[in-house]
């Protein structure tokens, strides 16, 4: 399952989520007693808006600086009268020559990778991190992967195209 959203940041992770609830409920869910467990791994350049958007998603506010500090959230919602548990690796100060770790890769049960519309060096990053993810051990088939564009609102500023973006998946 791949997945690329060029969506307001508010709305990513909800939509992720929920496809990724999907996929879960076939895999991991225990249909007694209809409870969930996701554990995902958010990566991306520097810059690209990775706190942002698990910050939005979770306050559903937005905020204008953010430390530099790698986090794990936890939330709970329901998806589909499933109980999920959740909890979300923000990478942000994982140094970026080493995306995805192996440890990443063993702890989460879907990544998602960011970029910015606005920084051709962070497509090429997402580009690179998606070959790495194709590679490892874990197969994506296995792992659901989806693909962000973010800044989407920076139209003045963009050097992705949407199109090269899909391309990429």
Request: hydrophobic share 40%; net charge positive; aromatic share 8%.
């Amino acid at each position: 399952c791949r997945i690329i959203l060029n969506l307001a940041p508010l709305i990513y992770l909800g939509r992720i989520l929920f496809l990724f609830s999907i996929w879960i409920d076939r895999v991991k869910c225990s249909q007694m007693v209809k409870m969930c467990s996701i554990k995902l791994v958010i990566i991306g350049d520097d810059q690209v808006g990775k706190t942002a958007i698990a910050v939005r998603y979770l306050t559903r506010r937005f905020i204008g600086e953010y430390s530099n500090t790698d986090s794990i959230y936890k939330h709970h919602v329901d998806i589909s009268d499933i109980k999920v548990e959740m909890e979300i690796w923000d990478t942000s100060n994982t140094k970026n020559s080493t995306f995805p770790t192996d440890q990443m890769m063993s702890w989460a049960d879907c990544i998602m990778v960011i970029y910015s519309v606005s920084s051709r060096k962070s497509f090429n990053r997402a580009q690179t991190m998606l070959e790495s993810i194709r590679s490892g051990n874990r197969s994506p088939s296995m792992m659901p992967v989806a693909l962000v564009a973010n800044k989407t609102d920076l139209e003045h500023l963009r050097e992705v195209n949407t199109n090269e973006g899909i391309g990429l998946v």
